[in-house]
Every structure is written in structure tokens, then in C-alpha cells.
């Protein structure tokens, strides 16, 4: 009897500590969103056990599963829904059905999934991406690009600039009846790191005479030098996006080697040459200070120069955007950033607002307190103020 009592307790500890999620303060839907974590637990340790076993890479069994969340380019009573391509890569259109006598406004949205998960035909992106459409009477562009594990950096870039590109020309423009002077490019989550890279690269292409009036990021990563911000230390084991699988994200956007991960896990993948970046990435200069209350700025403990020369796109403004210089950042159009406070990501999205803002760039910032990350996705009462937040500003901007 004893034996069993103790084997009870045990298995009910170890329940608890599986099932415990630090939940944001005062959430409207904790018991939702703790079961949607520990759903995402369940299949992310299931995912790990089979690639321990040798049988399929992380993250192409997650893709695969992934899968059965998408949905097929269905039209409805108020948008006419299309699969097609741009450039050889493959996008979904949503064009609003209701009559119009002037050009409408353009959205083009790039998907999150860490680099390697996703697409546009994903049941959140697609429910997104038919909302924006009807309610700002714009024609949405929502874009595939390559994944990882299978591409690596730059071309998931690539595709998205590529695809971006031909949107703008004016033919295309034409063709979907939308005005070249209310374009905007969004995206979340590495998405909203897509989105920044591409609206970056677009003011110093010449070439491309349609410039895009508005940018707005959605709890966007962009930057990959230091894995020891406030939020990393803060929310490492918050819902949804984990440090490590954030770490894992990033390191396989780059690259197979975990030599990498692992450098990262100790913030010793930089080399010392690389020293001068780390001002743009600085968070004890560039957090508001509430973010950086009781939080000590150590100096970058610097790594290998083997890594970086192995891997250059550790180093790419492209891979990450809050390198650019500020002769750069000039450029940019009228910006609007939202980020959660239990999110790993926050304080990524904190210092390219504060960075913008010096060089005179308008920034609208949409904090969400008791928000994760992945909020938008998910369907839940608080991504839904988020998800009208988002609209509201594009309606109002674009």
C-alpha cells in the first residue's frame, strides 16, 4: 500500500511539473492557453525522440504534422481566395469581392515558424490574412519561401525579396487593381525578421521604383548576436516560444552544425572582430529602463572566428535586421511594432523601436501585457485585441 501511495505522488509531481506553464499575470484564458502549451510540449518532446532515435530531422517531423493545420484556398461571401506563384514561389491572394471604383490598398505578409516551420496556408495565416483583407478593402499577399532545414540561409530572404519585387511591378499592381502608393509589407515572428530585411534591402534597391509606404512587425526577432537580453533571461520558459527553441530556430536558419546551438546556448558564437556590432544589439542603452530594471549588462564573451567565417550569415544584416547602420535605418517608412511582454523576442522589437525613433522614422509601439508570443495565430481573447490593434493601425496608416 505504501508503495503505491509513493509511486501516486511521484507520478503526480512529475504530471505537475510537465503540465506547469508560467502563465502571463491576469490572462483571460489560462486554462486554454495552458493546455495549447502543453499540447505543443507534448509533440515538440516527441518530435526530439524521434530524431534521437535517428528516424527524422526535429523540425521536418514537425513540419509534416504542421501540415494537417492547413487549409485549402477556399473563397467566401467576401473574398475571393487563389493559389499562385510570383517568381516560381508559391503565394495565396485574397481579393476582396465588393465592388470598388479607385485602386485598393496592398498587404503583402510573410509567415512565422521560426525559419523552418509554416506557411501561408496555415489556418491562423489564412483566417488573418482573409480578415485584413475584408476589413481594409485590400488585397492581400501572403507568401511562401523556403524552409529549413532543407535551405539555410539567405534563401529564405532571397524568396521573399524576389517575391516582394515582382508584387511591385507594375503589371502585377495592374493586374489586382492596387494602388502603388498604399503598399505595406507585414510579417510575425520570423516573418516580422523577413519583413524588416526585405523593407531594409527595398530602399537601397534602386531598381525598384514602387517603395512600400508602411512596415508593420509583429512580435519580430532580429538580431542574433546576443541570446542574454532581459526577456531571454526573463521569459526562457514562458509559453509557446522557449529560449531553446529559439536558439534551435535560429541556429537552424543558419545551419545543421548544432556546434552552432550550442555556441549560442552560452552567447560565445561571436568573434572577437565582430566587437563593433554589438552596439546596435547594446540593451543597456537601447531598452526603455522598466525593461531593464534589475538586470546588469555583461560585455559579450566572444567565441571562434571559425563559426563566423564558416556560417557569414551570423553576421548579415539580413539575418539580422537590427544591424543595420543608421544611415540605413533613415530610410525606412512609417513602422509599427508589436510585441509581448512574456515573449522571448520582446526586447528584440523594444530596440529596433528605440533605434528607429532616433533617426526620425515614425514608430507606433503596441505593447501587449499580458501577451506571448505566436498570440495572433492562435485564436484566444487577448490575440484577438491584438489582431484588431494591428488592423486598426494598418487602416489608419495605409
Not at 320 to 337: C, E, F, H, I, M
Request: net charge positive.
Amino acid at each position: 500500500m505504501g508503495r503505491k501511495v509513493l509511486l501516486f505522488l511521484f507520478v503526480g509531481v512529475l504530471g505537475a511539473w510537465y503540465l506547469y506553464t508560467p502563465l502571463p499575470v491576469n490572462n483571460e484564458q489560462p486554462w486554454e492557453l495552458m493546455c495549447m502549451d502543453v499540447g505543443l510540449k507534448t509533440v515538440s518532446n516527441l518530435m526530439l525522440l524521434v530524431e534521437l532515435l535517428g528516424i527524422s530531422h526535429f523540425m521536418t517531423s514537425s513540419l509534416f504534422l504542421m501540415r494537417f493545420l492547413e487549409t485549402p484556398p477556399t473563397s467566401d461571401e467576401n473574398v475571393t481566395v487563389v493559389d499562385t506563384t510570383f517568381h516560381n514561389i508559391s503565394v495565396r491572394v485574397y481579393v476582396p469581392k465588393r465592388k470598388t471604383k479607385t485602386l485598393r490598398r496592398g498587404i503583402f505578409y510573410i509567415h512565422g515558424g521560426g525559419f523552418c516551420l509554416g506557411s501561408a496556408a496555415l489556418y491562423g495565416y489564412d483566417r488573418l490574412s482573409r480578415l485584413t483583407a475584408n476589413r481594409l478593402d485590400a488585397v492581400v499577399i501572403s507568401t511562401n519561401y523556403r524552409l529549413a532545414p532543407k535551405h539555410h540561409f539567405p534563401a529564405h530572404v532571397d524568396d521573399v525579396y524576389n517575391t516582394l519585387r515582382w508584387f511591385l511591378r507594375q503589371a502585377v499592381l495592374q493586374e489586382y487593381g492596387v494602388d502603388p502608393k498604399r503598399i505595406g509589407v507585414s510579417g510575425d515572428s520570423s516573418g516580422g525578421t523577413l519583413a524588416a530585411a526585405v523593407v531594409q534591402q527595398l530602399t537601397q534597391d534602386q531598381d525598384v521604383k514602387v517603395k512600400v509606404k508602411v512596415q508593420a512587425l509583429i512580435y519580430p526577432a532580429l538580431q542574433g548576436l546576443d541570446f542574454d537580453l532581459p526577456s531571454y533571461r526573463e521569459k526562457a520558459n514562458c509559453p509557446i516560444l522557449s529560449r531553446w527553441l529559439t536558439l534551435r530556430f535560429c541556429s537552424e536558419y543558419i545551419t545543421t552544425d548544432r556546434s552552432l546551438e550550442k555556441a549560442m546556448s552560452t552567447n560565445q558564437h561571436i568573434p572577437v572582430h565582430a566587437a563593433h556590432l554589438f552596439q546596435f544589439v547594446n540593451w543597456s542603452s537601447l531598452l526603455p529602463e522598466r525593461f531593464r530594471k534589475g538586470h546588469i549588462y555583461k560585455k559579450p564573451t566572444f567565441g571562434s572566428s571559425a563559426l563566423a567565417n564558416k556560417y557569414p550569415g551570423l553576421l548579415d544584416v539580413r539575418a539580422s535586421p537590427l544591424l543595420a547602420n543608421d544611415t540605413q535605418l533613415r530610410g525606412l517608412p512609417k513602422t509599427y511594432v508589436l510585441t509581448c511582454e512574456h515573449d522571448v523576442l520582446r526586447d528584440d522589437g523594444l530596440m529596433y523601436i528605440t533605434r528607429l525613433r532616433n533617426v526620425g522614422i515614425l514608430v507606433t509601439h503596441d505593447h501587449i501585457e499580458d501577451g506571448f508570443h505566436g498570440l495572433v495565430s492562435f485564436g484566444l481573447k487577448f490575440g484577438a485585441r491584438a489582431e484588431n490593434q494591428y488592423i486598426k493601425w494598418l487602416s489608419e496608416n495605409l
